[in-house]
């Protein structure tokens, strides 16, 4: 009665589906150009991915630091470094190209060698005074040479900020306003305006110029994300229609898949526009994910199609049993493949959440549109040609199946060893892999900018910022002489770090007063001793309160202060060991009771929300798993099966993370969706055998292994088809520029050929392995639901 009902909805469908072709067709023209409307909405990120929720620890703090200190991440900073640089030419051409910058209205402030100011003792005011350098405005050889060793030898202030005098690099510091940095003016600016310049000046100045700094490197990044979802898309286009007409030697179904799968991009970037998410490295990804899963839909019902038409050549009837035979088994592994990204949901993470909301919603539309359009379209042709059905007795094909037959057949120890062997690497290169929370670990490391990070890196030790926040607990505390003393050590416990740039804080500026007051004498940049506080503080009280010098470090109210450093692109366990010990050193620099001190900024923001993200891959894989252990349940209300669904599923994520761990490729934001997208779509294969498998159970009175081959010879050639296609069709994502694309193409890639190879070999072995066990399973003879013929 069971299986008559189910018969009955999908015959239904059939009848509904055949007998509104045209509406059906308009209505979906109609939703195809309402989606279109919607791209104009499409916008691309401006910002980092913030991988941790709102609400978390981190985020809030991060938050009130820069509500009090302003934005950290609007620094843009160029460097040349040539020996000759304080030639007349060179020095030249390098003050016009900062005037230039400086006049943007898109920049706040420019610290160059040509704005630097010192320090000076004025002893009739007893104060100090803010005066420029007068030497940097010297334009003569001579002049440029006593410059030179002023800057060098005489302010110490600038050092490893302006320059480096042991590479002879010279920097120029350059403040974006705050208020454009997040969006689209940025870009405009970076594209339109500054790199221009840049290129022009290299061009007549015949200077290398070094550039980087978060803004810059934020847009030349995300321009590849845009760069790449045009490439994806025609290279996942061309590569899958490709396999897909070697395998039906057929121009009329390579055509009709491919409108498919086009329309179902077209929907897939109308839906991003219409929920108002931005295009991340991530949401990027689902276009051509939209057609690499799309295209093995297409392969199951085109295939059943023929095949339909090689018995009895009857299109009405052979279009009104692929709807029957196939709507179901199909719905139910789109369904599977949605859960498993739709597990991403249930995070906290925004990033997470919106690839997972958009990838489960397209995932369920490219199955709709394939079983619309497909019958529907073909319903206005003619019948295939004998010459477009010879690939259903395609020797090599045979030869596939056959091979697999043997192992299942006869070999089913060997296979047991294998797969044993498999579990045991994977479980040991599971201990090797390592967590990546480097914030430019995912860049393009061909991209000129990635160069660029690393000159930075080496001339002035990084350009991605650590803060440490400081509340003194009462007015004016930052500046009293107890805490500088804490403050000054504990920036010399920074300084020992050979990954961590010179810090900067209020500290340096109290440094450079006392050189001032000993007349600009650089041996005595340090900080005042007891005795000197009492003569040199009087000055300092009378200083200017407008001091570029002291501007962003120290709050309105003197209360809260900040110590800003830079690190280098070091991998995330060092960068672990020195956040633990410097917290070390806070707790014993700083007593709890007097002072609140707390590490934030970007790059520890990023590693926080790796580690935050990786948890949530447990959670949501779990998930995955749970929900699809339900779909079997309902499917064959039976334990043992559920075990012997998983058990091909999860060996080749096993194995796919121990090669992550024997290869090196470690755990980041990009490689932790491996395993859930992974889960989603291998289920798919498995649904579709087990589908074959009960309807031939009952076709050969519950012998089993009379039902295994037949499913094995049934599903066997669009598993392989529909494998293949996906194998190449991830395997286009390792045309990236993005080392995590590419890790998360090839791992995918790789870890659904093994998932193929498990459903059609392991399988069937453990089937028949266990057939006492199964024949003898009483609930598993009175399913829940009947599963239809494919």
């Given at each position: ?8 909805i ?14 059906i ?10 989606w ?5 909405y ?6 980092e ?6 609400d ?14 302003g934005e ?6 160029i ?8 030639s ?9 190209l900062?005037?230039?910058?400086t ?12 704005n630097?100011?010192?320090?000076t003792?004025?002893t ?13 405005a010297a ?19 600038y ?8 590479t ?23 594209f ?12 007549d ?31 996942a286009?061309?590569i ?9 030697r ?8 491919l ?10 970037f ?21 057609i690499?899963?799309?295209i093995?839909n297409?392969?199951?019902?085109i295939n ?8 009895h050549?009857?299109q009405?009837?052979?279009?009104q ?9 199909t ?26 909301v958009?990838a ?11 079983l619309?359009?497909i ?12 010459k ?5 007795k ?39 892999i390592k ?5 430019i ?12 990070i ?5 001339s ?50 109290v ?15 340090s ?18 309160g ?8 120290v709050d309105?109210t ?33 007593p ?9 900024g970007?790059s ?8 935050y ?28 099966m ?9 060996l080749?994520?096993?194995?796919t ?9 470690p755990l980041?934001?990009?490689?932790i969706l491996?395993?859930?997208?992974a889960f ?39 598993m392989?088809y529909?494998s293949?296609?996906?194998?190449f ?8 520029n ?7 193409g090839?791992?995918?890639?790789v ?5 193929m ?12 392995s266990?057939?006492d066990?199964i024949?003898?399973?009483?609930v ?11």
């Amino acid at each position: 009665m069971k299986k008559k009902n189910q018969s009955n909805i999908w015959g239904l469908v059939a009848r509904l589906i055949l007998r509104n072709r045209i509406l059906i067709l308009a209505t979906i023209i109609a939703l195809t150009g309402f989606w279109a409307s919607q791209w104009k909405y499409m916008q691309f990120t401006f910002t980092e991915a913030n991988l941790l929720p709102d609400d978390h620890p981190e985020n809030i703090l991060y938050q009130s630091f820069v509500n009090t200190f302003g934005e950290e991440g609007n620094v843009i900073v160029i460097a040349v470094e040539d020996a000759t640089f304080f030639s007349p030419k060179k020095r030249n051409a390098w003050r016009q190209l900062n005037d230039s910058i400086t006049a943007f209205k898109e920049i706040n402030f420019v610290l160059s060698i040509d704005n630097l100011q010192e320090l000076t003792k004025d002893t009739q005011t007893e104060s100090f005074k803010l005066e420029t350098v007068k030497l940097s405005a010297a334009k003569d050889s001579l002049g440029l040479l006593k410059f030179k060793q002023k800057l060098f030898l005489e302010l110490p202030f600038y050092n490893n900020l302006i320059y480096n005098s042991e590479t002879n690099t010279i920097r120029t510091l350059i403040y974006m306003d705050p208020d454009i940095v997040n969006t689209a003016a940025r870009k405009d600016f970076i594209f339109k305006t500054f790199i221009p310049l840049i290129e022009a000046f290299e061009e007549d100045a015949q200077m290398d110029v070094r550039v980087s700094g978060m803004p810059y490197i934020r847009t030349l990044n995300a321009q590849n994300i845009v760069d790449e979802i045009g490439l994806f898309i025609l290279g996942a286009t061309l590569i899958t229609s490709l396999i897909f007409f070697l395998f039906f030697r057929s121009f009329r179904a390579t055509f009709i898949s491919l409108i498919v799968v086009a329309v179902g991009v077209m929907w897939a970037f109308g839906i991003l526009g219409w929920l108002g998410y931005e295009i991340t490295v991530l949401t990027a990804l689902i276009p051509p994910l939209i057609i690499v899963i799309g295209i093995p839909n297409c392969i199951f019902l085109i295939n059943k199609y023929q095949q339909e038409v090689a018995k009895h050549s009857n299109q009405a009837k052979s279009l009104q049993r692929v709807i029957v035979k196939i709507g179901n088994a199909t719905l139910m592994t789109n369904l599977t493949t949605a859960s498993g990204f739709a597990t991403f949901i249930l995070t906290n993470s925004k990033i997470l959440k919106e690839f997972g909301v958009v990838a489960s919603i397209n995932i369920v539309s490219i199955f709709l549109l394939s079983l619309l359009i497909i019958p529907i379209v073909y319903s206005f042709m003619s019948l295939p040609k004998k010459k477009h059905l010879k690939h259903l007795k395609n020797k090599s094909i045979d030869y596939f199946v056959k091979w697999m037959e043997d192992k299942v057949r006869k070999k089913r120890i060997n296979v047991y060893i294998v797969s044993l062997l498999g579990l045991i690497i994977g479980i040991i290169g599971i201990y090797q892999i390592k967590i990546s929370g480097s914030i430019i670990e995912d860049m393009p490391k061909s991209a000129p900018f990635f160069e660029d990070i690393h000159f930075f890196d080496e001339s002035f030790n990084g350009i991605v910022p650590v803060e440490i926040w400081l509340d003194s607990k009462r007015e004016n505390g930052i500046v009293k002489p107890a805490t500088l003393k804490r403050m000054n050590e504990l920036q010399e416990v920074i300084g020992e770090y050979p990954e961590l740039a010179p810090p900067l804080s209020v500290v340096n500026a109290v440094k450079f007063a006392k050189q001032a007051y000993y007349n600009g004498n650089p041996n005595y940049y340090s900080l005042p001793t007891t005795q000197e506080n009492s003569f040199i503080y009087p000055y300092l009280s009378k200083a200017n309160g407008d001091s570029q010098l002291l501007n962003g470090y120290v709050d309105s109210t003197g209360q809260f202060g900040r110590i800003t450093t830079f690190m280098q692109d070091i991998d995330t366990d060092r960068m672990e060991t020195i956040e633990e010990e410097l917290k070390k050193a806070i707790t014993k620099i700083f007593p709890k009771d007097r002072y609140g001190v707390n590490i934030t900024g970007k790059s520890l923001l990023f590693l926080k929300g790796t580690k935050y993200l990786i948890n949530n891959l447990i959670l949501s894989l779990s998930l995955a798993i749970l929900l699809i252990a339900f779909f079997m349940a309902y499917l064959f209300r039976s334990f043992k099966m559920i075990l012997i669904s998983l058990i091909p599923n999860l060996l080749p994520l096993i194995i796919t993370a121990g090669v992550m761990g024997f290869a090196g490729i470690p755990l980041k934001p990009s490689t932790i969706l491996v395993f859930s997208i992974a889960f989603g779509i291998s289920v798919d294969d498995t649904i579709h055998f087990l589908a074959k498998y009960r309807q031939e159970l009952i076709s050969n009175k519950w012998k089993i292994k009379q039902a295994v081959f037949a499913a094995l010879r049934e599903t066997g050639i669009s598993m392989f088809y529909t494998s293949v296609v996906l194998f190449f069709g991830f395997s286009v994502f390792l045309s990236s520029n993005f080392g995590g694309t590419q890790a998360l193409g090839g791992l995918v890639a790789v870890t659904l050929l093994m998932a193929m190879l498990a459903n059609l070999i392991l399988l069937p072995s453990l089937l028949i392995s266990l057939e006492d066990t199964i024949s003898n399973d009483k609930v598993l003879k009175e399913p829940k639901i009947e599963i239809l013929d494919q």
